[in-house]
Each structure stands twice: as C-alpha cells, then as structure tokens.
C-alpha cells in the first residue's frame, strides 16, 4: 500500500508500507524526513545522516489497520493554521469565487485567480459546504458540548440565511439570545470555533485529526483545558496529530500521562481523560540545513514532557531576571547610601 502527496513536482510524502511473514516494513519520505525501518541496522541508520523515524509512520500503520478493521479508509481532517483568519473571511471567499467563476471569455477581469495551498482550499471548502452530521458518535457529541460549555462559554452554531446558501457561523454567549457574528467575536472563540465544527460535522471514532498550531490565542489555562478535550478524543478512538510551542499544552499532557500511570498502578485502569505512554508519541523537530533533524521527547514521571530547547530558555530568562534583580537592589542600596551622606 502506498501513499502519495505532491505539491508542484515535489514530493511533500512519499510512503509505501509493505507487509510480510517477517512484520510490515515502511519505507519513504515525509517533509524531508527520512523514514527509518524499527529494525534498521546501526550501518543503515547513519547512512541516513542521523535523522530518526518519526510519527507519520505510526499514522500510517493506524490508517492500514483502520481499513482492514472497518473496510473503508479512514478520514483525515487538518485544521491548518490561521484558521481564524480563514473562517471569519469565508463568506467574503464564497462570494468572491462565485462573482470570479461567473465571468467566461478574456474579458475578465482581475488577471489569474490566486491559488491557495491544497490544505487552506480543503478547509476553506468544509466552510462553504459544511453540514452538521446526525446522529453524531455519543463520546464525540458530549466533548463538542465540553468544548462549548468551557473554555467557549458559548454556542457556535452554524445559520444559511437562505437554504441553499453557504453558511454563516455565529456564537451566542451562554445566558443571552444575542447571536454574534465571528467575526466580531474574540480571537480564542474562531480560534476554538473550527473544533467545534469538526466535531460536529461528521468526525467518527477511527478518524485523523491533524491540528496546526493548536495554541494559536488561546490563553494558557485553556491550553491546558484543551489538551485534556483532545486527550478525551483520543479515548473515542480518535487519532489527534498537532504541532505546538506552548509549554502549557505539553505540561497538561504530561500530568495526563502521569495520571495514566497512576491509574495503572493502583485501578488497572485509566481515567476516561488519562492518557498512557503507549498513546503519546512527542516529536521536536530541528530545522537544519539539510532538511530537520527529528528527535523523540520520551516522557518522564518527574520532568513530564519537556524539550531541552524550552529548558535553555527558561534557565537563560531566570539568570536574566536574577542579574536584573541584583542589579536594581545594589542600585537602591547605593543610592540610599548616597542620601544618608
């Protein structure tokens, strides 16, 4: 089985998954990323310039399970960054790709219609032709409602002033009747908002979501509100994929491993909002010249999930408040000398 993406002439992944008596052996490229097979040789390892196996290949094999489970290929749902942007701008989209698509001949104007990249244009059209799916997955239903009730304290709902129009998204507060445009709402509420959505339009256990930038205006208690939503995912058999800087997000992921470990300890069982080690995999990736160098973050009971980059620089942002501090003592105490002479 195989799998192929292309943008231009250039291969953004290239994966071929091969199975065998001896196990499955994946092969290919992701972004630059070399794939690594489990059972490399240390020769075949550093012919590859160090570069480490990383998480796609764990994706595929659960999309290869997936299809032989349930006959049919799981869905992949990618929530790309600035995805605020691109929501409260969609009916301007909408109507301008219907006022450009309706002129014919040389005459029209504006020269070429722009392109968008093929993940923007998938989310982009999920807006224009969104539809709310029923019934919904029960678990998947009640983490939407979670979602809403808090951090949104809101409802988002979705409103075709004409039945066959596109849809208008809106958000009314918990305790009002006040519907408010997103586009007047703050910017963790259409940042939060496309969640909400994808829950709600059809996302079933089994399915991929792919997250970017999953922090993007949230403030960080609901950072730490939402890894424990996405966590909940994961128990419905969802299969959640983001990129993150937020150290917020990464600290509430490890308390939910160390709740994990602590269930499996004492209950044998986990928590519906604990997660386990075999569930967690955390990638950094290290833009290099040659493409990114990839390197596992293993989780640990004392430190949780930690990369060593954010430890540099929360050490050097304390020596540098420490130095300041000093500083400004020596210059009071100096100056309080300077008054008493």
Do not use: C, K
């Not at 930038?213 to 995912?233: D, K, W």
């Amino acid at each position: 089985m195989s799998l192929r993406l292309r943008e231009g002439e250039q291969d953004l992944w290239r994966v071929t998954m091969g199975a065998s008596p001896r196990g499955e052996t994946p092969e290919g490229v992701i972004d630059d990323v070399v794939l690594v097979r489990a059972d490399a040789t240390d020769a075949e390892r550093r012919a590859l310039a160090g570069r480490s196996r990383p998480n796609p290949v764990a994706l595929f094999e659960h999309l290869l399970e997936h299809a032989a489970r349930t006959g049919r290929p799981p869905r992949v749902h990618h929530l790309p960054a600035a995805r605020s942007g691109m929501l409260q701008s969609q009916r301007i989209i909408a109507g301008s790709l219907v006022e450009r698509l309706s002129r014919t001949g040389s005459t029209r104007r504006g020269g070429e219609l722009p392109t968008l990249s093929g993940v923007t244009t998938d989310f982009i059209r999920g807006l224009i032709l969104y539809q709310e799916r029923t019934p919904l997955d029960e678990t998947i239903r009640v983490i939407a409602e979670e979602l809403e009730r808090d951090p949104l304290h809101g409802e988002i709902r979705a409103h075709r002033p004409v039945p066959a129009g596109h849809p208008e998204f809106i958000y009314r507060p918990q305790g009002t009747t006040e519907d408010i445009r997103l586009s007047r709402a703050s910017s963790m509420v259409t940042e939060l908002a496309p969640v909400v959505l994808l829950l709600r339009g059809g996302l079933e256990p089994g399915d991929t979501v792919i997250i970017d930038e999953v922090e993007a205006h949230l403030h960080p208690a609901i950072q730490a509100r939402l890894a424990a939503l996405l966590a909940h995912l994961v128990r419905a058999d969802v299969r959640v994929v983001i990129t993150t800087h937020s150290d917020w997000l990464l600290r509430e992921l490890g308390n939910l491993l160390r709740e994990g470990e602590l269930a499996r300890r004492t209950t044998g069982t986990p928590e519906n909002g604990a997660l386990t080690p075999a569930e967690v995999g955390v990638w950094s990736f290290q833009g290099q010249h040659s493409g990114f160098a990839v390197r596992e973050i293993p989780f640990d009971e004392i430190e949780g999930i930690e990369p060593e980059e954010y430890e540099t620089v929360a050490e050097t942002l304390y020596n540098r408040s420490a130095d300041l501090q000093n500083r400004l003592q020596e210059a009071a105490a100096g100056g309080d000398t300077a008054r008493g002479d």
